[in-house]
């Protein structure tokens, strides 16, 4: 069945330093992979996204990569924040009605100060 | 408005009450979610509403029944709940269109049965 397997669990990264979180998809079929922040006691609050039509988006401090040969997709956080650390999910699912969203296990990230 | 309401944001109910978690948006989305999150576990996929029908259940017991009153409210029904099912309810919509398709979450309701 369709499973995403995300990588690492756990983060620590000291402030002012990048994060990135790398996740690999099974469905061929996939091609929107949004990411996810999840605060303490909050529902999950989508940062970015991208299609299979692209590579590479940036916003700001963040950007994502897609690979689709490899099935590969990563989350790159620079001059990471106190902010920053909460749970990140990445996902994946197909353009279609009322399509399944197939999240990942989920990092924990946090930012030393 | 990009926000999907629920409520009541905390629950605590016995094995033998019914109760219903809301969810409510005004984005003019026309899929609805509902997920079940445990402790350090991803969102989980219950069901999915296209256009006010069912399209998805994830094989969820009958002890939780959704029901979609209209494009902006879903229900989900609970009744006769077991104590592992304590753990918080998100809602989630999208706009029902090919090339857009970003969810959009709630806070949760985080349910506890006792």
């Known amino acids: 069945g369709e499973n995403v397997e995300q990588h690492p669990s756990t983060l620590s990264v000291q402030e002012g330093d990048s994060a990135v979180i790398k996740c690999t998809y099974s469905?061929?079929?996939?091609?929107?992979f949004p990411w996810y922040k999840q605060e303490l006691g909050k529902g999950p609050q989508l940062i970015i996204d991208?299609?299979?039509?692209?590579g590479e988006k940036k916003d700001q401090r963040i950007a994502v990569t897609l690979n689709k040969t490899a099935k590969h997709f990563s989350l790159h956080i620079t001059e990471t924040q106190p902010e920053d650390s909460a749970v990140y999910f990445c996902?994946?699912?197909?353009?279609?009605?009322?399509?399944?969203?197939?999240f990942g296990s989920g990092t924990r990230l946090s930012i030393r100060p | 408005d990009t926000e999907v309401t629920q409520t009541p944001k905390h629950l605590v109910m016995g094995m033998t009450n019914k109760k219903s978690l809301k969810c409510e948006q005004h984005?003019?989305?026309?899929?609805m979610y509902w997920y079940k999150q445990k402790a350090k576990k991803p969102p989980e996929l219950m069901f999915v509403?296209?256009?006010?029908?069912?399209?998805i259940n994830e094989s969820v017991p009958s002890r939780f029944s959704p029901e979609c009153p209209n494009s902006s409210l879903l229900n989900l029904h609970l009744h006769a709940l077991q104590p592992e099912d304590s753990a918080l309810y998100l809602c989630?919509?999208?706009?029902?269109?090919?090339?857009?398709?970003?969810?959009?979450f709630g806070q949760g309701t985080r349910l506890t049965v006792v």
């Open positions: 989630a919509s999208s706009q029902e269109a090919a090339s857009r398709t970003e969810a959009f």
């Open positions: 469905d061929s079929a996939s091609n929107y």
């Open positions: 991208i299609r299979s039509n692209v």
């Open positions: 984005m003019g989305h026309r899929a």
């Open positions: 509403y296209s256009y006010e029908k069912l399209s």
């Open positions: 996902a994946a699912s197909r353009y279609s009605s009322a399509s399944k969203i197939i």
